[in-house]
């Protein structure tokens, strides 16, 4: 059994909500109806929440980032997170989920129930700068071990060191192959669209989500210049209409790495023809697409596309 520590000696620090949603001066006080009753409460990112640098447990889900637990419910917690899986590390050892990170850090766990537990990453990238918030959801069990990302969110500040998706993604990876995750699930498109998750490794999860990022594809083929469509067909030999076709027309999901790879160069050869406006044609044939999506940790193949990806980043320098 994995041994958890219940202490932290930390001294705590401030991170505004407003980097989980929406801009600060956007959120206002909603009617919302609870047990027959109308109750005022403030939307998720008003106010500021008091969290201890590093590692914390929290008392409620629902008030994961503000809950402090007393000595009894953190006790329970520590035993549901024993109970969960002989492979869990220690509580503390979630805050290899922020290496890279700026100074200012932390991570609070709330075990719901045995095998079932959500964690929350925060991250100032200087004191009153908030940077980066993660929402994850794990449920393990017999037949599934599974992780949920349920929102990331990275805010660039000017003229501040922070950290980039590559970063969590390579911590993630990390921290779950230890723990023994099967998947990473997400959706696809709630902030810079599909065009994104495809280059870690991410798939539709199903034939239909596969479906549905056709249909974005073949709209956003209509808006490619003719310039480059030339550019395709002189490089390639072939025309790019056929080309997006064969690879939808597969009945396999993973065939939406083909396509984020369209204008992947040959060796040797520039690849100036087949870029579109700062970004490459297949993540432009994927943007506003919007699909459910899994990362197999399983699946060899999948990840040594992600471990390539995440080499080639680390070699610029951009992962540690």
């Known amino acids: ?10 001294s705590p620090f401030k991170t505004p909500r407003s980097h989980a949603t929406l801009p600060w001066e956007k959120h206002r006080f909603r009617i919302v109806k609870w047990a027959g009753r109308k109750i005022r409460v403030s939307k998720f990112g008003e106010r500021l929440v008091s969290l201890q640098r590093g590692f914390s447990w929290a008392k409620w889900w629902c008030t994961a980032l503000s809950s402090v637990p007393n ?16 492979r869990l590390p220690r509580g503390e050892d979630l805050l290899d989920l922020t290496n890279g990170f700026p100074a200012d850090t932390a991570v609070r766990l709330y075990v719901s129930r045995a095998g079932c537990f959500r964690f929350y990453i925060l991250s100032d990238a ?23 990302h349920d929102l990331v969110r990275i805010v660039k500040v000017s003229g501040v060191p922070g950290t980039n998706g590559a970063q969590v993604m390579a911590n993630a990876v990390k921290v779950y192959r230890t723990m023994g995750i099967q998947s990473i699930h997400l959706q696809a498109g709630l902030s810079a669209g599909g065009a994104v998750w495809p280059k870690f490794g991410f798939v539709p999860i199903s034939l239909r989500e596969w479906r549905k990022v056709g249909e974005t594809v073949r709209a956003n083929l209509k808006n490619v210049p003719e310039p ?21 027309n597969t009945r396999d999901p993973v065939n939406i790495l083909l396509l984020h790879s369209l204008d992947s160069s040959p060796a040797g050869q520039s ?7 700062n970004g490459r044609l297949g993540g432009f044939l994927l943007q506003k697409s919007r699909w459910k999506g899994v990362l197999d940790l399983t699946n060899p193949e999948i990840m040594s596309y992600f471990d390539d990806y995440i080499g080639r980043k680390r070699q610029a320098g951009q992962v540690i």
């Open 126 to 148: 200087a004191p009153g700068l908030p940077h980066l918030f993660a929402k994850r959801k794990v449920h393990l069990s017999a037949r599934r071990r599974v992780v949920t």
């Open 71 to 86: 000595a009894r419910s953190q006790e329970a917690q520590v035993r549901l997170w024993c109970e969960s899986s002989t």
């Open 271 to 277: 690849a100036q023809a087949l870029v579109f406006q």
């Open 1 to 10: 059994m994995p041994v958890v520590s219940t202490n932290s000696t930390q």
């Open 228 to 248: 480059y469509k030339a550019g395709f067909s002189a490089r390639t030999g072939g025309m790019l209409s056929v080309a997006v076709e064969k690879i939808l």
